[in-house]
């Protein structure tokens, strides 16, 4: 039986781990996510490197909206012609995987003999937001402020109503990453929650930090493979963003919304997987990423 299964909620249908039946080898901390974090691929190939970006930044960015599917700003176009221009120039990619959704494929459009290499993977979708797509975040904390303090309070499970949670993308992603690990000459292209949860599953990042993840908006990410471990450089490619980063939120900030009770009740959550967790920290190189202004 393969390690994948199916299950349907009541809102939404989304892939998770199903150790059962599996030959992956997981350490118990990580019963509790379903999600084989940390634990490389065998047929990984000492030296691999692969490259990962999110698209340029969108419309949705500058008006800090959730989801939808927006075309890239102005200066994300930039970033799109940026990006061709250095690929082209100095790298040599066979695949360029991208997501569906436009901000990627408009992303990816200034690659040489994009057409030919361009595969389009549903798995790579950013995380989806179901009734709150296309809103912005003031829009979402003023119509549904439970949701909103919920999903502030604890971000790697909440579910967004019929869409899905942080566990839910990295389960999603999982099938395709056997080839994203062991393949040569592969670019990928998607969004912040998507390459949040790669970098969870390369690095043995705790599954707790997943969602506070900084991932820079208009920068090459080449993930080397090297002795056991993947340590990442980031590559900034000089283009302007805004920023999109939310950090983690001050529980007392949310005091005024919604059911109090909900705070006990996340932070009684967190504190359980947070001792059901013990993964080592990622190991990222800095020393490229200038600020944190441009990252989400």
């Excluded at 419309?59 to 940026?82: D, F, H, V």
């Excluded at 549903?122 to 439970?146: A, C, H, R, T, W």
């Excluded at 912040?192 to 920068?219: D, F, G, M, N, W």
């Excluded at 000089?238 to 939310?246: H, I, L």
Aim: glycine share 4%.
């Amino acid at each position: 039986m393969s390690p994948y299964e199916r299950y349907s909620s009541s809102n939404s249908t989304v892939p998770v781990v199903d150790n059962r039946n599996s030959n992956v080898a997981l350490q118990d901390t990580d019963e509790i996510f379903q999600l084989p974090l940390g634990v490389p691929l065998i047929d990984t190939p000492n030296g691999r490197v692969l490259y990962i970006t999110r698209h340029g930044e969108s419309m949705y960015n500058l008006e800090n909206r959730i989801g939808g599917n927006p075309s890239l700003s102005n200066r994300g176009q930039q970033y799109a012609q940026k990006l061709g221009q250095y690929v082209n120039k100095n790298l040599k990619f066979d695949k360029v995987w991208t997501s569906e959704l436009s901000r990627t494929l408009e992303t990816s459009a200034h690659i040489k003999d994009i057409e030919k290499k361009r595969i389009m993977k549903p798995e790579l979708n950013e995380i989806m937001s179901g009734i709150f797509d296309d809103l912005s975040y003031e829009e979402f904390k003023d119509q549904s402020p439970i949701e909103y303090k919920e999903r502030e309070l604890n971000k790697l499970t909440y579910r967004y109503p019929e869409g899905e949670s942080y566990l839910d993308v990295c389960s999603r992603i999982e099938p395709v990453m056997s080839e994203m690990d062991t393949g040569e000459n592969l670019l990928v292209i998607c969004h912040q929650a998507v390459i949040r949860c790669i970098l969870a599953r390369l690095q043995r990042t705790p599954a707790i930090e997943i969602p506070y993840i900084k991932v820079p908006l208009h920068s090459l990410l080449k993930i080397t493979y090297l002795n056991g471990q993947n340590t990442v450089e980031v590559i900034p490619l000089n283009v302007a963003c805004v920023s999109t980063y939310r950090p983690k939120t001050d529980p007392t900030l949310l005091s005024g919304l919604g059911d109090s009770k909900l705070e006990l009740k996340a932070l009684t959550k967190v504190s359980s997987e947070l001792k059901k967790t013990s993964l080592e920290s990622p190991k990222i190189n800095t020393n490229k990423l200038k600020a944190d202004e441009r990252e989400h």
